[in-house]
């Protein structure tokens, strides 16, 4: 199937808006993040865009920051983008890397004093991810040792060499520990889903710039456990399991599920394996498909969760819609139909009438299931990053500079 003319006319057109998008975005975090008192990163901003100076510093928000204006600077030599990341960078280094036992801290004071020093994986996996991008930005050789370091201690410890996998959590000190939750809202679980898929993510982005034997064995066997362990025969990814991968949930998280689709074939891609490549296209088209069939409401947006007795949330979180533009692109690219091209025109549609924020910046948490927006949660925080929107629109962005 050809690209059709209309389709690439279209994309070519909207770019300017992703990139408006981008940068309007970007100025919400230079602009309103920077902690000038305490260094770093401020730990919140809520719903209703009122500053909390004093919270808690999360490492899943400055990981995030450190990838996002690390990426966006590369490609656009933006000099107070190369500053922010400069300064997320410091900030990790000198209050959220354990110097004593590896691997980086779960969360941090408004102070920058260690308040939470488990080593949960999916932590680990975004320092990897945003040193490894900091790397590529600033060439800084520290930053991708300290990469490597991170790597090997998660090789080490969360490896589960006997039955496959990675182990949820350890203590401080790379010990057992019984509650391995990430959230309140997880299920407390040996083996999950998401934190593999962050670790696939982060050990695609090392593999870039370090073309280690062991790690790429080891992102191998990540798709591989994909493949075989968390998508399911439908095409959606199983969510929890215990330590011998017996299925310990029915959730299905759309979001995920687009997610996973593109960052399996850059995986592929960036190992350079063709058998790998094959079947993470086929796999993603699959995977693009079905949540298109069950998870787009008429509106454009991605509701957010279903099980087996039917959608238990139908809200529309910002981020499944971010990374929804990259998998319908993404799936366009391999099988270049307009259904996947008219998917992302409404998603976008949605996200520019109901998520931005066009009088605060950034984009708000979530919509219910009819566009009224729920500003009882973060619009920075600990899991309310500039990561997903503005990843979404620099990969829009870039694949559409290569279109012919």
């Avoid at 593999?207 to 790429?216: H, I, N, P, S």
């Avoid at 949330?313 to 319908?328: I, M, N, R, T, Y």
């Amino acid at each position: 199937m050809m690209q059709d003319a209309d389709t690439l006319f279209w994309l070519k057109e909207a770019k300017p808006e992703f990139e408006a998008e981008m940068h309007r975005s970007l100025s919400f975090w230079v602009q309103r993040m920077k902690d000038t008192v305490n260094d770093g990163f401020y730990g919140r901003i809520d719903g209703l865009n009122q500053l909390y100076p004093k919270a808690d510093k999360s490492v899943i928000l400055n990981t995030r920051i450190l990838w996002t204006f690390s990426h966006i600077a590369r490609y656009t030599s933006n000099k107070t983008y190369h500053e922010m990341a400069r300064r997320a960078y410091d900030y990790i280094i000198n209050h959220f890397i354990d110097k004593n036992f590896g691997g980086v801290y779960w969360m941090v004071d408004y102070k920058g004093q260690p308040l939470n020093r488990r080593k949960q994986l999916y932590a680990q996996a975004f320092a990897i991810y945003a040193l490894s991008e900091y790397y590529l930005c600033s060439k800084d050789e520290k930053s991708l040792d300290w990469a490597k370091d991170i790597f090997r201690h998660i090789e080490h410890y969360s490896f589960d060499a006997l039955k496959n996998g990675y182990m949820e959590a350890c203590t401080e000190q790379w010990g057992e520990i019984d509650d391995l939750r990430l959230s309140e809202k997880d299920a407390n679980e040996k083996k999950t889903m998401n934190t593999h898929l962050h670790v696939l993510e982060a050990y695609t982005n090392l593999y870039r710039v370090w073309q280690d034997e062991e790690l790429a064995r080891q992102l191998r066997n990540l798709l591989l456990l994909f493949f075989e362990r968390f998508i399911n025969y439908n095409g959606h990814l199983e969510l929890f399991f215990d330590e011998n991968w017996n299925l310990k949930s029915s959730e299905i998280s759309f979001g995920h599920d687009i997610e996973c689709s593109w960052l399996l074939c850059e995986a592929a891609e960036v190992l350079n394996d063709k058998i790998f490549i094959e079947k993470a296209r086929g796999t993603a088209v699959k995977m693009v498909d079905a949540v298109m069939k069950e998870g787009v409401h008429t509106d454009g947006a991605l509701m957010n969760k279903v099980d087996n007795n039917g959608i238990m949330d139908s809200d529309k979180h910002w981020w499944p819609q971010a990374e929804a533009l990259v998998g319908f692109i993404n799936a366009w690219e391999i099988n270049p139909d307009p259904k996947y091209i008219e998917a992302l025109k409404n998603n976008w549609k949605f996200i520019k009438k109901t998520l931005l924020d066009k009088e605060d910046g950034e984009w708000h948490w979530r919509s219910n299931k009819i566009g009224t927006i729920i500003k009882s949660e973060d619009k920075a925080g600990p899991w309310k990053c500039p990561y997903h929107n503005n990843r979404a629109m620099m990969e829009l962005i870039r694949r559409i500079e290569h279109l012919k």
